[in-house]
């Protein structure tokens, strides 16, 4: 091959396409897709990186085409299907191909790293020779070409092997920690000679009786996670409270090391899926089948057994789950199944680390691999079932570019693959139920929890009653009853805090109304600049209200309540009560959130409080009781996916109540005790609410019902936002048949970020042939205006509005 097609690293719309190069004589079929190489690009000497997408011996080319500077990669880094994935990516998220690319390739090889040869065969004389002794051998930029040619050829014939290493960061880190040579009950009796205003002196106390066990706790915790000045230590320190010493750090993750586990006798439910799906496997078809089941109807137990059978028949499998350090069980039980088999990605990896398992895969050293979204990228071969655990998550969309959904890309890659996808959620979106509907997808229904255990008791306490609203804190009396209840049973409890949309919106405490738009049906958001209520799908705004429209009480206000307000309240409520508190403050740290759950599973405490994160995937057998402070903010958000949010929300977080052999209870707090979805959830009922949703879907004309893309148009000069935005609409319009609704420009939640003033327009239709070309041409014309500062993001089926 004397030619090759290269995607430039250049991301603007003029360069996306491919450019051709002459590959030099020497390096002739050292040249093959899916390397990266440097090429000289433009007028001038500029040299830039370029992927090979295609090599041919002709080119339609008539003048000189310039040759190719040198290969960066000494074998490619990205397979066919990759690079075929990557044309179909980049049209379908108007993203430049070249960033695609670029997000397929593990972390290190986008960052600085080296090239090293390693020997395979330590007999061969060539080998020995290029080695010299030497345990690597370094690829630079200053190789002749006839060593690459040999490293080419030692590296096909399987005697060397090629690696990237990141350059090596101090392996150690030192940092300074808290100790005390005091036992408990010295400690306390420092504690009660302390005089009653040296605050900081007795939080600094409660910390060190209460984390006795773990000392020594690093500085920066006591500080970040606890809220314990540095003074203040200093301060003990110079009593002779507690000491200061310097403890070394392993930059090495905590290690997965989870039991052995053999199969399980499956149900006949799960039976009947197992044999679906495996029957799937070897029809090596790409269908997708979703399985609706209930929390605790033994999913995971289906996925690891179908897994086993694509292995059986000598294929591999690839499982996404949403985010995994959120779920470190699920990584258990499949390693706990399948050993080194298994491969994980995710992002509390090194990019070492993540390389490594990345080369694992590449080498087909793995069978199985179970990542976080990205992962849907992983390089396995043969691949024989793709799983998609918690489907109906919004993390498996990407919010920057290239904006993709791992969903997407897995169905594509089962085409390719001739391999089933399994979706699996007890709460599906209702894009994957409606296409399960259709017969586009197979549904498998799992009704029943394992050993027939009954689904969790739940009771719906409605805040607007007498009793409710005059409490002083959030803990309603149902609530404490069943907490005390709990504690004395020596059960544990969880309690979800519900955080999101967090006091942007307006609620009565007396009757439970929101505020909402009059035309959109979402609620409105407070606008601080503005001092106003504001719609983010068309740009209605009104005053804020002093008194409730429904009830005309004046009790309205904005509405949110935090972590550690709730956490104070536990304390105050049940002193002796073990509290564990779970959110992005406590689990910055990496493996902090995997600790959190390993401490609450081994019963080191009785209640976990947290917000979002805890309400996903958890399997601890002594919860008994599920308690949620505040049903109703997800409610409110200003999305139109409000009510289905808030049902999987509190339908998961219900589903970690009573799953071994106790009965579950579970208690929702809202000021909404009729709504739907509220209800349902409830019930543990998805079918109800699928139907009563897709109902107001169709009534208002959102999804799965129509299709949506927004698209944002960001500027400095807030004018100037206004300005593109509507001649972006026109342009729109010109597209756009009338059947399509065409929505603001509106400005968006935060509408002014790092200066720049955001506005969106959303466009809902059902078919619209020429609206996709009409992008890509706005995209186009806008390049030109980017460096005036005039930036637009298109987003195909966004999970968020704001
Ligand atoms: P889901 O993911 O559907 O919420 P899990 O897969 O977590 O449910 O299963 C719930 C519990 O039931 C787990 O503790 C699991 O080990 C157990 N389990 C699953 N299948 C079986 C089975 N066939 N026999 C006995 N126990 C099972
Ligand atoms: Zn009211
Ligand atoms: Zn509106």
């Known amino acids: 091959m004397t030619v090759a097609e290269i995607i430039v690293d250049v991301p603007t719309m003029q360069t996306n396409r491919p450019f051709e190069y002459s590959i030099p004589e020497a390096l002739n079929d050292v040249v093959v897709p899916g390397m990266r190489v440097e090429v000289p690009f433009g007028r001038g000497k500029r040299k830039i990186q370029g992927f090979v997408m295609k090599t041919k011996d002709q080119s339609d080319f008539k003048g000189k085409l310039k040759p190719i500077s040198r290969v960066i990669d000494l074998k490619p880094v990205l397979s066919n299907e990759m690079l075929q994935l990557s044309y179909w990516l980049a049209d379908k998220t108007y993203s430049f191909q070249i960033s695609c690319l670029q997000t397929m390739l593990p972390s290190v090889m986008r960052a600085k ?17 290029l080695f010299q002794g030497q345990a690597t051998f370094e690829i630079t930029n200053s ?160 996925y690891l057994q179908t897994i086993e059978k694509a292995l059986q028949q000598d294929k591999t499998a690839l499982m996404l789950v949403p985010e995994i350090s959120l779920t470190p069980q699920m990584v258990n039980r499949v390693v706990g199944r399948f050993g080194n088999q298994v491969a994980v990605l995710h992002s509390g990896l090194s990019s070492g680390e993540r390389y490594d398992e990345w080369t694992r895969i590449e080498n087909g050293d793995v069978k199985v691999v179970v990542g976080a979204r990205s992962a849907v990228f992983a390089p396995l071969q043969r691949i024989g079932l793709i799983i998609i655990d918690e489907e109906h998550e919004a993390s498996y969309k990407q919010d920057d570019n290239p904006r993709y959904n791992a969903r997407d890309v897995a169905l594509w890659r089962s085409k390719v693959n001739h391999c089933p996808v399994v979706l699996g959620s007890a709460t599906p979106s209702l894009e994957s139920r409606a296409r399960a509907e259709k017969g586009v997808y197979h549904l498998i229904r799992m009704k029943k929890r394992i050993n027939n255990q009954n689904l969790p008791h739940v009771q719906i306490v409605d805040m607007r009653d007498a009793e409710n609203s005059s409490i002083k804190g959030d803990f309603s009396p149902v609530l404490k009853n069943n907490l ?95 509290v564990l508190r779970m ?65 999987q929300l509190l339908t998961q977080v219900s589903g970690r109540a009573g799953r071994a052999k106790k009965t579950g209870r579970v208690v929702i707090q809202t000021f909404n005790p009729d709504h739907y979805a509220i209800k349902d959830a409830a019930k543990q009922d998805y079918e109800t609410f699928f139907k009563q949703e897709m109902y107001l879907r169709h009534q208002s004309n959102y999804t799965p019902y129509y299709f949506t893309t927004l698209i944002s148009v960001a500027n400095k000069d807030e004018g100037q936002t206004l300005k593109q935005s509507y001649w972006l609409k026109k342009q729109l319009q010109t597209a756009l048949s009338k059947d399509a609704i065409l929505l603001g420009p509106s400005p968006t939640m935060i509408s002014r970020k790092q200066n720049k003033y955001y506005y969106q327009i959303i466009v809902k239709y059902k078919h619209e042939p020429k609206l996709h070309d009409k992008l890509l041409e706005i995209l186009n014309e806008t390049q030109a205006d980017a460096k005036k500062g005039f930036t637009i993001a298109i987003d195909n089926e966004p999970q968020h509005i704001d």
């Open 484 to 578: 005390q209840a709990t504690l004395e049973n020596h059960d544990q409890a969880i309690i979800l805090l519900n955080r999101r949309g967090y006091s942007s919106f307006m609620m009565c405490r007396e009757c439970g109304f929101v505020l909402k738009c009059p035309n959109c049906d979402v609620s409105l958001t407070y606008h601080k600049d503005l001092g106003k209520m504001k719609c983010h799908y068309c740009g209605h705004e009104e005053p804020v209200p002093n008194s409730c429209p429904n009830c005309r009480s004046k009790k309205i206000g904005f509405y949110g309540t935090g972590t550690q307000n709730i956490e104070q309240q536990l304390n105050d409520l049940f002193p002796e009560a073990r």
């Open 113 to 129: 790293y080296k090239q090293y040869a390693i020997p395979l065969d330590k007999t061969d004389p060539e080998v020995l020779n």
């Open 143 to 302: 190789l002749t070409d006839s060593q690459i040619r040999l490293i080419d050829r030692l590296r096909k014939n399987e005697k060397i092997d090629l690696r990237y290493v990141v350059e090596n960061k101090a392996q150690q880190i030192k940092r300074q920690a808290v100790m005390t040579d005091l036992n408990i009950i010295q400690l306390h009796e420092a504690k009660n000679e302390l005089r009653g205003n040296a605050k900081s002196q007795v939080k600094l106390l409660d910390f060190l009786i209460q984390h006795l066990n773990d000392l020594p706790v690093e500085m920066s915790e006591l500080q970040k996670n606890f809220g314990i000045a540095r003074s203040a230590i200093k301060t003990a320190e110079k009593n002779k409270l507690l000491k200061i010493v310097e403890v070394t750090k392993l930059r090495k993750p905590e290690g997965i090391n989870p039991e052995k586990t053999t199969k399980l006798e499956l149900t006949d439910e799960q039976q009947v899926a197992v044999d679906q799906i495996g029957q799937a496997i070897s029809r090596e078809q790409p269908e997708t089948f979703l399985i609706e089941g209930v929390t605790g109807s033994g999913k995971t137990e289906v």
């Open 583 to 647: 959110d992005v403050d406590t689990t910055r740290r990496k493996g902090a959130h995997a600790k959190i759950l390993q401490k609450f599973g081994s019963h080191q405490a009785d209640i976990l409080l947290g917000t979002q994160m805890i309400a996903k995937g958890l399997d601890f057998p002594d919860v008994t009781l599920v308690g949620v402070i505040n049903a109703d903010t997800t409610l409110s958000l200003a999305d139109f996916r409000a009510s289905e949010r808030t049902f």
